[in-house]
């Protein structure tokens, strides 16, 4: 049975636990987690982030949170328009960005099973730390809980390269860590659905290597030992704490441009034998 919360998008942030997005800036640096916590601002990409979710995932509520401005708000009259959406508690959207939420709605039919659930919270304690999660689409069956999460993007063109850089296996492992500590049985196979934000609005499905999950754990777990200690000492270093100077090493692509006719004989001998 899902002991998730049904809790709003503004209270569960303000929870003072980590998420998995808290954490992938804390593997940037502790300093980059404290400054975004402090400066957590509202931004183009996230209103689309929330607008698309809206649609796709509840899109029976989709008319309870948004109502499509058609006006000009450079006007007085649009402005006004704009405001008494805002005041009726509505996000106003565009008719363009209906276009967008309509084209992702019908590209991700079929991609997030029925009987799932959307946007439930859930809060563990692991290893001495808070942590939360929130995934987009959670479904049980046979008592295992099958997590799937909805990314929009450019391109899916290259996204198995982005999926490690933008730290997706570590919100993979997160998440999975969160519900097994509540005594939830999951499959580990997190399904992250990504979807194009413009025609065609291509999808492509992808989970991490599970060869990885392992490890990744351990990195998960080390830096949640590393968070604890920052709260207990309010010490929140960067990434490189010595600032001490060191060279900067320099890409192999470069460094064949720079010095297309160097002569490594003398280094390796006249057989070459560099290794």
């Known amino acids: 049975m899902m002991n998730g919360q049904q809790i709003t998008n503004e209270e569960y ?9 808290g954490l992938k800036t804390f593997l940037k640096s502790p300093a980059h987690f404290k400054a975004q916590k402090e400066n957590n601002e509202d931004t183009p990409a996230f209103h689309a982030g929330r ?6 995932l509840e ?18 009259v649009g ?12 996000e106003p959207i565009k008719t363009d960005e209906l276009d967008i939420v309509e084209g992702c709605q019908i590209a991700t039919q079929g991609m997030f099973p029925v009987g799932g659930q959307a946007e439930l919270s859930f809060s563990t304690v692991i290893d001495g730390v808070e942590c939360r999660c929130r995934p987009d689409w959670l479904v049980e069956d046979q008592g295992v809980y099958r997590i799937y999460d909805l990314k929009t993007c450019q391109s899916v063109e290259g996204i198995d390269s982005l999926f490690y850089k933008y730290g997706y296996h570590i919100q993979q492992v997160f998440y999975c860590m969160v519900l097994e500590s509540l ?14 934000k413009k025609p065609p609005f291509d999808v492509v499905v992808r989970t991490m290597d599970m060869a990885l999950y392992d490890a990744t754990e351990v990195i998960v777990r080390n830096a949640l030992q590393r ?8 010490q929140w270093p960067g990434i490189e704490p010595d600032r001490t ?5 320099c890409p192999s692509w470069i460094e064949s441009g ?3 006719d160097l002569d490594m004989s003398e280094f390796y001998g006249d057989d070459n034998a560099a290794c």
Request: charged share 25%; proline share 4%.
């Open 13 to 21: 942030h303000s929870l003072p636990s980590i998420s998995a997005t």
């Open 227 to 234: 968070y604890k200690a920052c709260l207990e000492t309010d």
């Open 183 to 196: 005594g939830m049985t999951v499959d580990r196979e997190m399904q992250f659905v990504f979807v194009e």
């Open 258 to 260: 720079l010095m297309p």
């Open 245 to 249: 100077l060191k060279q900067a090493v």
């Open 51 to 56: 607008m698309i979710h809206s649609g796709v």
């Open 79 to 90: 402005k006004e328009d704009w405001q008494a959406i805002m005041d009726e508690g509505l």
């Open 59 to 76: 899109p029976e509520t989709f008319n309870d949170h948004y109502a499509v401005f058609e006006g000009d708000r450079r006007t007085k």
